[in-house]
């Protein structure tokens, strides 16, 4: 008699960081649709976020699991109880947080003896990763969740050096070799980027980086060919990786449980529904989504700004305001960024949404006409996803690069004039004014241009969709991708 093979068994290991987990956990979930054997690894609190809809999956027959290690908060200094950095709330925090997390690959290497996966799908800030997966004989796959182009940049800057030539902060560059004239300022760039170079010790780190990634085995991405076919080419050709893109892996997400509880099933509550309802009661493309994602650290007095900028709009919106663990513990009415009876001048024109938002819901509603974002990869490729164009705000990290994609490249959004990277938790400054608020909203919301870049958000939606859909560029790299893994040519 016959006997079925084995399956392919992967093990996912994200990043504490919702916007790491969420899309590995998609990723995760999608490779389970293929017949692979999924184990996710992740610490106990972590894996609260998401084991419902896990949980869910494996009632319906897919073989998808967790395997948990203990996250060595007391090893590290941290206080019990923080294992991800949504949770953090002090630079100091954020460095024994890092320190803790590079404690992990003794614990990883242990579960990978223990489990004998058939390969390591680890994220791209566990550079170790590769040296574990080496010694126990397995490949391990890179996962970044950024675009393409943003990968690009990071290694024109990298490679050329172009910051050794400017001579202040804002002198404007092109990025070299890179398939679009791609202009940048010193000051836009992350600020390890920016050290990089006088800094020995940063630019050590971003090479380590870069080095696990050309010994891995190949790089997974949260793309589309659709979306940014140059730098695709460029990635692969001219830079020589080996790649994949498989998304957006978001579109895994069909259930309307999944999608409320996406990222943070603790999260939801009723308040979180009526949200909905509350844009059920408003006009097809009328609304603004505010949201900077699930870290970013926005000063009082920018929140305060923006506030005043988004009641001069006269435009209705849902606004996403993140609340810190410390947050929680105070009351509502010391939140003193909000200027004098704001919510009650807004009654019926604005909802304020303290904590996790359902944005995946909340974007594919009909009544939102534009998502104010931070630019996080996730945030775009979501926003794209449901055919919605973007106010672009970016904050940190390689937001910058990824607002050049959007503003410039495919040009669904409409920059909100942002000049500089913060540093992490380091956004003190007044970094936009009320006018540059009023200004870019006003342009994505009304207007000639407004309809043009609608309609170009919208074919990039059904692109999205074509590209996961059997058939697709998406689910062609991701047969491509599991064949290979199969026949152990990767
Ligand atoms: N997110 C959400 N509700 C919130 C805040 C964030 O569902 O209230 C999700 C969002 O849909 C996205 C992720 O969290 O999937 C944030 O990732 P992104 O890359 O946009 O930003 P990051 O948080 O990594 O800066």
Redesign the pocket.
Known sequence: MDSKPDPLHILFFPHL????M??TIDMARVFARQGVKATILTTHLNASFFSKVIERDRELGFEIDTVMIKFPSVEAGLPEGIENISSITSQEMGYKLFKAVSLLQQPLQQVLEDCHPNCLVADGMFPWATEVARKVGIPRLVFY?TSYLACCVLDSILRYEPLKNVTSDDQLFEVPGIPDKIMMTRLQQAAELRDSGTNTETTVVLHKLLEAEITSSGVIMNSFQELEPAYVRHYRKTLGRKTWHIGPL?LCNNDIEDKLE???ANAVSTHRVECLIWLDSKKPNSVLYI??????WISPTQLNELAKGIEASGVDFIW?V?KTNKDEEEEEDKEEWLPKGFEERMKGKGLI?R??????LILDHEAIGGFL??C?????L?SITAGVPMVTWPLS?EQFSNEKLVTDIVRVGVGIGAQECSKWMESKKLLVTKENITSAISQLMVGEEANDMRNRASALKWMAKRAVEEGGSSHSDLKALLDGLRLNSI
């Open positions: 960081a919702h916007g790491h969420i899309p969740g978001s996406r990222g943070n949201c900077f994602g699930s870290v970013s996403v993140r949404i904590g996790w938002a359902p944005q995946l974002t931070h996080g990869w996730n945030s775009i979501e990290n």
